[in-house]
């Protein structure tokens, strides 16, 4: 088992541009989340899906947006990237809501 | 609001030393605990977690965790640390709902 991976590792964008993060899992997961690090900020919460069809915002979920079209997988979406975006996104799965939480090993995206 | 609190933002200890982070916790009601680590460059692994019964909870690589209802605390300890054990730690609360609360990270320095 893969666990959860991300795609892709790497990325660095222009200011305006957009793209698709990807997480999948393997584990038959109902909960996907997505997070961003910041230093000093710990983990904060952006979007996070209940179920396949399901998404719904956390705690900064602007200039994003989500989509979970099958249960394995779960799209992050920068439609027009800025600087403040610039960040390290880790996504997440769990059984069970308010459980444990399996992560990916994360993308590291810089906005110039 | 519920919150978690890690009031060091870094520790440094030297190897063979003993070990304690401190992770405290809003709210009236016992939430679910966790402790994950954080290699530097790698997604977050989950060390030990709470959810009721005996609040003196065993970890993966030697950690340990006790859980005082009194104190709203979920301190992480290890009797003696290993060079390997330098890097992020973060706690994280779940009260009965779909999402974790992530503190802002405790970073680990060990001397040789």
């Known amino acids: 088992n893969a666990g959860v991976t991300q795609t892709p590792k790497f990325r660095v964008l222009k200011t305006g541009q957009s793209m698709t993060l990807l997480c999948a899992q393997d584990?038959?997961?109902?909960?996907m989340y997505w997070y961003r690090q910041d230093p000093g900020m710990g983990l904060r919460l952006i979007h996070y899906?209940?179920?396949?069809?399901?998404?719904a915002k956390g705690e900064v979920p602007d200039g994003y947006n989500v989509s979970r079209l099958k249960k394995q997988n779960f799209l992050l979406g920068l439609e027009s990237a800025a600087p403040s975006q610039t960040s390290v996104y880790f996504c997440?799965?769990?059984?069970?809501?308010?459980?444990?939480?399996?992560f990916g090993p994360g993308t590291r995206l810089t906005v110039l | 609001a519920q919150s978690v609190t890690q009031p060091d933002i870094h520790i440094t200890v030297s190897e063979g030393a003993s070990l304690e982070l401190r992770c405290n916790y809003s709210?009236?009601?016992?939430?679910?605990l966790f402790w994950y680590v954080q290699s530097p460059g790698q997604g977050l692994q989950l060390l030990l977690k709470?959810?009721?019964?005996?609040?003196l909870v065993q970890g993966i690589k030697g950690f340990e965790a006790e859980f005082k209802r009194s104190q709203s605390s979920f301190n992480l300890r290890k009797p003696s640390v290993h060079w390997s054990d330098a890097a992020e730690y973060f706690c994280?609360?779940?009260?009965?709902?779909?999402?974790?609360?992530f503190g802002t990270g405790t970073r680990l320095q060990v001397f040789p």
């Open positions: 709470y959810f009721s019964g005996d609040t």
């Open positions: 899906s209940v179920g396949e069809g399901t998404t």
């Open positions: 709210y009236g009601a016992t939430p679910y």
């Open positions: 994280a609360v779940a009260y009965n709902t779909d999402k974790l609360i």
């Open positions: 997440a799965s769990s059984y069970a809501g308010g459980n444990e939480q399996f």
């Open positions: 584990m038959n997961h109902e909960y």
